[in-house]
């Protein structure tokens, strides 16, 4: 890292910084300009937290050579992260986008669960999704049936084949998440809840890290980097929206630029989320779509049965005929990336 010392910082205080930096096994090469005393420091920046020379008398500025999320980074492992299910589905890399779709809540109805599954089981989805615990803004809405519901999505899963998606928020219902679930999904409000994220990261279930809605993609890459620091490297990203100021046609701004940013300095696998990107469902085909272009590893779209009747998120989900006829013609854009990709591998090898 590089530390910009202030125009009026005195010998002292350069010498308190480099003394400090030199304690914790840094390199210390100092420049003196004409304005400025810059510092650079070549060393280990997990032994040292920035924000104790941030808070030294004389210190203006720091600046990182590297990225803060060192086991998240492509500095740390070139190659992409591909994470395996016992069945053999595969997300990351070079295989073929993945598919997970359902109700935003799972609701007391079984029957209205298994025609979705059975519909996405017919598309050739590989995951169902579906909430047991939801996060809601009124408390006077319909927040999850909780273990019910996870006996229901593990009942779907008998029935159909498909690998279960469900959120978590608390951190006490872990294990009997971990009971039903393939993967374990942490929504955007719990994106920086590190008591959370540190409690997923000390399992062994693959994890879907939604973004936050006023998250950057450093602050996102760093959640991301709490799992993997805690033991567990199954992480997959979900790019799902930005609170925006213009919220009269959208519910959020998806940001698509974010998926290729990733994939630049992130290996871990990103999928892409345009129900909760956009909340209106004639979005979801083009921006699921324009995820898939631009590199995402897969898409998570809101599917129910009867979608004016939801009891959550009913705009932003597709009617099973819906999803059929918007997933039929995904899946021919599907296979044609996934074909040209792997054309592209063949030439380099």
Request: proline share 6%; hydrophobic share 35%.
């Given at each position: 890292m590089i530390i910009i010392m202030e125009r009026d910082a005195t010998a002292a205080n350069i010498q308190a910084v480099t003394e400090l930096l030199k304690e914790h096994g840094f390199k210390v090469i100092v420049h003196e300009?004409?304005?400025?005393?810059?510092?650079?420091?070549?060393?280990?920046?997990?032994?040292?937290?920035?924000?104790?020379?941030?808070?030294?008398?004389?210190?203006?500025?720091?600046?990182?050579?590297?990225?803060?999320?060192?086991?998240?980074?492509?500095?740390?492992?070139?190659?992409?992260?591909?994470?395996?299910?016992?069945?053999?589905?595969?997300?990351?890399?070079?295989?073929?986008?993945?598919?997970?779709?359902?109700?935003?809540?799972?609701?007391?109805?079984?029957?209205?669960?298994?025609?979705?599954?059975?519909?996405?089981?017919?598309?050739?989805?590989?995951?169902?999704?579906?909430?047991?615990?939801?996060?809601?803004?009124?408390?006077?809405?319909?927040?999850?049936?909780?273990?019910?519901?996870?006996?229901?999505?593990a009942r779907a899963k008998e029935e159909t084949g498909l690998l279960i998606v469900t959120e978590l928020m608390d951190s006490a219902d872990l294990d009997m998440v971990c009971d039903y679930a393939d993967v374990i999904q942490i929504g955007a409000r719990n994106m920086q809840n590190f008591k959370l994220l540190k409690s997923v990261g000390n399992c062994n279930k693959p994890v879907i890290l939604k973004r936050g809605p006023a998250s950057t993609i450093r602050e996102f890459l760093l959640a991301a980097e709490h799992i993997m620091y805690n033991g567990n490297e199954k992480v997959i990203l979900c790019e799902r929206g930005l609170k925006s100021f213009d919220n009269a046609f959208t519910r959020n701004l998806l940001d698509i630029s974010a998926i290729p940013?990733?994939?630049?300095?992130?290996?871990?696998?990103?999928?892409?989320?345009?129900?909760?990107?956009?909340?209106?469902?004639?979005?979801?085909?083009?921006?699921?779509?324009?995820?898939?272009?631009?590199?995402?590893?897969?898409?998570?779209?809101?599917?129910?049965?009867?979608?004016?009747?939801?009891?959550?998120?009913?705009?932003?989900?597709?009617?099973?005929?819906?999803?059929?006829?918007?997933?039929t013609r995904l899946n021919t854009l599907i296979d044609t990336l996934h074909l040209e990709k792997s054309m592209a591998i063949s030439c380099v090898d």
């Open positions: 300009g004409d304005v400025h005393t810059v510092i650079d420091a070549l060393g280990d920046k997990t032994t040292l937290s920035p924000g104790r020379i941030d808070a030294m008398d004389g210190v203006k500025k720091i600046k990182f050579i590297r990225e803060p999320f060192r086991l998240a980074s492509r500095d740390r492992q070139a190659e992409d992260t591909v994470i395996e299910f016992e069945n053999g589905v595969k997300i990351g890399g070079a295989n073929r986008p993945v598919s997970i779709v359902g109700p935003c809540s799972v609701e007391d109805d079984y029957d209205g669960l298994l025609q979705v599954a059975l519909a996405a089981k017919e598309l050739g989805c590989q995951f169902l999704r579906g909430g047991a615990f939801k996060p809601r803004t009124s408390p006077y809405d319909f927040d999850g049936l909780g273990e019910k519901a996870l006996k229901y999505l940013v990733i994939k630049k300095y992130s290996h871990l696998p990103i999928i892409v989320d345009p129900s909760h990107g956009t909340g209106q469902r004639y979005l979801i085909e083009p921006m699921a779509k324009a995820g898939l272009v631009v590199g995402a590893d897969g898409v998570m779209v809101e599917v129910h049965h009867n979608p004016p009747q939801a009891l959550s998120d009913g705009k932003q989900s597709l009617s099973i005929p819906q999803f059929k006829e918007v997933f």
